[in-house]
């Protein structure tokens, strides 16, 4: 008898310690409507762009069971749980379908959740599986025992999720009806009721007919199940559902999305009120120009445009417009194109000259635009100009303004990759995560990847003589408590010298320069000083022109997120335009200003040809710039050779007080003093001999001797690529062939 007891005692006790555990009082504290923790993003005149959640906990404007309109609550039973006041919280017919099937198939694939069951899991956040759908059934069982079903429904409308970060039926309400929710109508408030079932897959936004098929599969399970009257019916599903244009809701959407970003990797705590740099009159107007220049380039196969204009002295960004169309899906509008990484095509040129003017060249010196070939890992590498041609030898300032492949290229194989990539590091180039061996001479041609966003800020170094500062996007938060937070900075840099800027500045911005490539007339021409570079990449997949402004910096993108190639369209032709049309708008209201002129610039004239300083007999003469010390001090040789004799003309920036007679070492000079770079590799420590030889002697090929010993032999134009070791070396030539001549010894030092 007393086995028998225990065994009864055994057999009843779990199911009556469950009975027992349902009647546990649900805890409370879950149930308080939650503080109103909605963050707002302003721009910096307080005009609103958008309001977002800052804790996945916070429950906006919270609505008593009397404020909740008509019809929502018998669409809410139609679209969630028909059998709602009839079960206690769990439909079990409806659970043990769901377990025996996810058990089946070893993972959740149906739910049959009841609404009590739905508020649990919003509630009480984790990962779904069998034991939390259990867990869900048990807690929605006691829920069941500690609040009526009318309460129960008001916590569910208020707490779910109804897609776009609305939680609770007003905040929905306000967002796609810019309504109270006890104004909704009938054939709205089924619409509302439709989209917790799958906030993504039914975003009104971006699956309109989804959300509206929806809607009439409700309304036809109100009128079956006489929640609703055959009148009602008929006047809701005649009736237009007219969603609130997101675009007025989601102003700014690619730089709000940046700024969430921000304060995300910032740890930032409870923020309340983030006002922004963002000018939103002026981004609006961009807006519109950018869908203007997609509409009337939609057959050159131009899909998308980005733009962002940063304002130079604190380097904030004043307008970020990611896509033509934000809530685009055939174009895939969400892509911030300010952020994504693309080839920069030619736009990376201004700073290898930049460079190149460091390393004792000048805007005069003549670089060779001739055919090449050099040797790289992936085999033979032949840089060709976009227009197909070569063009001799060319003075930098023209290089550079017509954008010419081959003379970019020559330079950075002198000096090496390192060096630009490092220095474009420092300008903050941060996506150029390979080594530098990785992108090699190409990475001049733009073959690294880097974002709008990253060029614009290299772009305002030089408009600000040199100094990087990172792109400001915050000027104040607030917290919760009223407090105001901070972001830290990294601070500023200098990168380049501030003469070196201005150089660099005053070719970009130099129309005539510019017109053996482009034209006369090019969207570049503007009626105020404006220095812009354009880029194409590979295959015509990206368009960019960059440029700046005393005041401002402009960067403008456009291509295709699919990576789809457009139709022979440049820089200059894909872009320029919608630069022009940029820039005219920032600077319509203000005085035309001028790039300050440091103080260590002088101007020579110098002979177009030879980029030496102009003699009487040069057959006119341009004004150049140049830093303190480095303008030519002798005049144009070529022009000053006698009847019949023509002279060479080095491709460096020394020159000849007087016609030559006899082979000469042309650079580098006699006493130089050259340092080994301790952060370049070794193989590119290297320097480039020239030397020169009357024509009339008909030498066609030279020894070089390195203190009295042979160190190689080069044609002409006589030049021989030497490794550079510390210590002190007498340098010479010998001619070869029947006439054998040698030139004057020159010393120079090497130091570590």
């Known amino acids: 008898m007393i086995k028998k007891r225990i065994?009864?005692?055994?057999?009843?006790?779990?199911?009556?310690?469950?009975?027992?555990?349902?009647?546990?009082?649900?805890?409370?504290?879950?149930?308080?409507?939650?503080?109103?923790?909605?963050?707002?993003?302003?721009?910096?005149?307080?005009?609103?762009?958008?309001?977002?959640?800052?804790?996945?906990?916070?429950?906006?404007?919270?609505?008593?069971?009397?404020?909740?309109?008509d019809g929502l609550v018998a669409a809410t039973l139609a679209a969630e749980d028909k059998y709602f006041?009839?079960?206690?919280?769990?439909?079990?017919?409806?659970?043990?379908?769901?377990?025996?099937?996810n058990i089946t198939h070893r993972r959740v694939i149906s739910g049959a959740s009841t609404i009590s069951q739905q508020l649990i899991r919003n509630i009480y956040h984790g990962r779904r599986n069998i034991f939390s759908k259990l867990y869900e059934a048990w807690m929605a069982l006691r829920l069941e025992k500690s609040l009526t079903k009318e309460k129960i429904l008001v916590q569910y409308l208020n707490r779910i999720c109804f897609g776009n970060q609305a939680y609770g039926i007003e905040a929905a309400s306000r967002l796609?009806?810019?309504?109270?929710?006890?104004?909704?109508?009938?054939?709205?408030?089924a619409f509302l009721a439709g989209l917790p079932r799958s906030p993504a897959g039914l975003n009104p936004y971006r699956f309109f007919p989804r959300a509206e098929e929806r809607q009439e599969n409700i309304l036809k399970?109100?009128?079956?199940?006489?929640?609703?009257?055959?009148?009602?019916?008929?006047?809701?599903?005649?009736?237009?559902?007219?969603?609130?244009?997101?675009?007025q809701k989601f102003r700014a959407p690619h730089f709000c999305d940046f700024i969430l970003k921000r304060i995300q990797e910032s740890g930032t705590f409870s923020p309340d009120l983030i006002r922004t740099t963002l000018e939103y009159s002026l981004h609006k107007k961009i807006e519109m120009l950018v869908q203007g220049h997609l509409k009337n380039n939609e057959k050159k196969g131009i899909t998308n445009a980005a733009v962002v204009v940063?304002?130079?002295?604190?380097?904030?960004?004043?307008?970020?417009?990611?896509?033509?169309?934000?809530?685009?899906?055939?174009?895939?509008?969400?892509?911030?194109?300010?952020?994504?990484?693309?080839?920069?095509?030619?736009?990376?040129?201004?700073?290898?000259?930049?460079?190149a003017l460091e390393n004792g060249l000048t805007a005069s010196s003549l670089l060779e635009d001739r055919e090449m070939s050099l040797s790289t890992p992936e085999g033979s590498f032949r840089p060709r100009n976009y227009d197909k041609r070569y063009h001799g030898p060319v003075r930098i300032r023209s290089a550079l303004a017509c954008s010419y492949n081959i003379p970019a290229v020559s330079l950075v194989e002198?000096?090496?990759?390192?060096?630009?990539?490092?220095?474009?590091?420092?300008?903050?180039?941060?996506?150029?995560?390979?080594?530098?061996?990785?992108?090699?001479?190409?990475?001049?041609?733009?073959?690294?990847?880097?974002?709008?966003?990253?060029?614009?800020?290299?772009?305002?170094?030089?408009?600000?003589?040199?100094?990087?500062?990172?792109?400001?996007?915050?000027?104040?938060?607030?917290?919760?408590?009223?407090?105001?937070?901070?972001?830290?900075?990294?601070?500023?840099?200098?990168?380049?010298?501030?003469?070196?800027?201005?150089?660099?500045?005053?070719?970009?911005?130099?129309?005539?320069?510019?017109?053996?490539?482009?034209?006369?007339?090019?969207?570049?021409?503007?009626?105020?000083?404006?220095?812009?570079k354009t880029g194409t990449s590979k295959d015509f997949r990206d368009n960019w022109t960059i440029g700046y402004t005393p005041r401002y910096t402009v960067g403008v993108w456009v291509g295709n997120f699919d990576a789809e190639p457009m139709r022979n369209i440049s820089g200059i032709t894909g872009c320029g335009p919608l630069f022009h049309d940029i820039m005219l708008l920032l600077e319509k209201n203000g005085p035309s200003l001028s790039f300050i002129t440091p103080k260590d610039i002088v101007r020579c004239s110098v002979c177009p040809k030879t980029g030496q300083k102009a003699g009487p007999l040069c057959p006119g003469s341009i004004e150049e710039i140049f830093i303190k010390g480095t303008e030519p001090r002798i005049s144009c040789p070529l022009h000053q050779a006698q009847r019949g004799e023509q002279a060479f003309i080095p491709l460096s920036h020394?020159?000849?007080?007087?016609?030559?007679?006899?082979?000469?070492?042309?650079?580098?000079?006699?006493?130089d003093v050259f340092m080994i770079d301790p952060v370049l590799r070794k193989e590119y420590q290297t320097l480039i001999l020239q030397a020169s030889v009357p024509e009339r002697y008909s030498v066609n090929k030279v020894e070089w001797w390195i203190n009295e010993e042979p160190a190689g032999i080069s044609s002409y134009p006589f030049r021989f690529r030497w490794k550079l070791e510390p210590g002190s070396y007498i340098i010479n030539i010998r001619t070869l062939g029947s006439t054998v001549m040698e030139s004057r010894p020159i010393r120079i030092k090497v130091i570590s």
């Open 85 to 101: 006041f009839l079960h206690n919280g769990v439909n079990p017919l409806a659970m043990g379908r769901a377990i025996i099937q």
């Open 176 to 189: 796609y009806f810019d309504k109270r929710a006890s104004d909704l109508s009938l054939a709205e408030a």
């Open 221 to 247: 399970r109100m009128l079956a199940w006489n929640l609703i009257s055959s009148e009602a019916y008929e006047r809701a599903v005649h009736e237009k559902i007219r969603v609130l244009p997101a675009s």
């Open 414 to 532: 002198k000096m090496g990759p390192d060096l630009l990539y490092y220095r474009l590091k420092k300008n903050g180039f941060t996506s150029l995560t390979k080594s530098p061996g990785f992108y090699g001479v190409g990475l001049t041609l733009g073959n690294g990847e880097v974002t709008l966003l990253e060029l614009v800020q290299g772009y305002a170094t030089l408009a600000r003589g040199g100094r990087w500062i990172p792109a400001s996007a915050i000027l104040n938060i607030r917290r919760c408590d009223n407090r105001n937070i901070s972001l830290k900075t990294d601070g500023f840099r200098d990168v380049f010298s501030p003469g070196i800027s201005y150089i660099i500045t005053s070719i970009l911005a130099d129309h005539d320069a510019r017109v053996p490539a482009f034209g006369l007339n090019t969207p570049l021409n503007l009626p105020f000083p404006c220095a812009a």
């Open 310 to 355: 940063l304002e130079n002295s604190r380097g904030e960004i004043l307008s970020m417009v990611g896509s033509g169309d934000f809530f685009s899906v055939e174009h895939d509008g969400q892509v911030n194109g300010a952020l994504s990484l693309r080839q920069p095509g030619s736009t990376l040129k201004p700073f290898t000259y930049a460079l």
């Open 654 to 671: 020394s020159a000849w007080a007087r016609p030559q007679r006899q082979p000469r070492i042309t650079f580098p000079a006699d006493g």
């Open 7 to 69: 065994f009864i005692v055994a057999l009843l006790s779990p199911p009556l310690l469950f009975l027992a555990s349902l009647y546990i009082p649900f805890p409370r504290a879950k149930l308080e409507p939650g503080p109103v923790v909605s963050l707002r993003i302003v721009d910096r005149h307080n005009v609103h762009l958008r309001e977002v959640l800052s804790s996945s906990g916070g429950h906006c404007r919270w609505i008593p069971w009397e404020k909740l309109p």
